[in-house]
């Protein structure tokens, strides 16, 4: 259970951010005993696979927070964030449950196909919301947003790998935000009543 929430967790924050999940889980698999990677995902702990990354999210880090720009980058991450929350999902559970079932390393396409999925929800919510941020507020909430939306993603990291039951706090909290986030959009292309109309 502990690791299908990690990885939820996980796969939530590569939906915000597609580099920053991936940063935290291969720094701590080199620093802490937390992460333990199986053999197979053994290339997430070097340093020149954090190095890419890094730089990766540097260019990421400016690119979302210019108005406009960021539609675009969030039009190119749609293929990069589900993909990174396969690799964190599948990455950290197959590390949980190596030594306690053979199940996930008989069927690793559950793992790729959870966190795809997750990530991919969490994505379809962040290029819905900030259009309307932007419009709302002519381009100066992109920065403010973004930023947010990085800080979230590095919170929802950590508290993934160390606190996994919080990941259920969290989940319900998205669950809120995507209904509200439905409700308003289905508002404002909902066509206004006109004068004296039935």
Request: charged share 10%.
């Amino acid at each position: 259970m502990f690791a299908t929430l990690t990885g939820l967790g996980l796969s939530t924050a590569a939906g915000l951010n597609a580099y920053i999940p991936l940063l935290v889980v291969g720094v701590l698999a080199n620093f802490t005993d937390a992460v333990k990677l199986p053999e197979g995902y053994a290339w997430l702990s070097n340093w020149g696979v954090l190095a890419v990354l890094a730089v990766l999210l540097a260019a990421e880090f400016v690119l979302d927070k210019i108005p406009a720009v960021d539609t675009v980058n969030d039009l190119v991450q749609t293929a990069v964030r589900p993909l990174s929350g396969g690799v964190v999902f599948s990455a950290t559970s197959a590390a949980a449950e190596l030594d306690h079932s053979t199940w996930v390393t008989e069927h690793p396409w559950v793992s790729w196909v959870l966190g795809i999925a997750m990530a991919l929800a969490v994505h379809a919510l962040k290029s819905t919301a900030r259009p309307i941020v932007n419009v709302g507020t002519a381009g100066a909430g992109a920065p403010v947003a973004s930023t947010v939306e990085d800080a979230g993603s590095l919170g929802v990291s950590l508290v993934a790998i160390f606190l996994p039951l919080l990941v259920l706090v969290l989940l319900v909290g998205l669950a809120v935000f995507a209904w509200w986030l439905i409700r308003r959009v289905r508002r404002r292309r909902r066509p206004p009543a006109t004068p004296g109309g039935a």
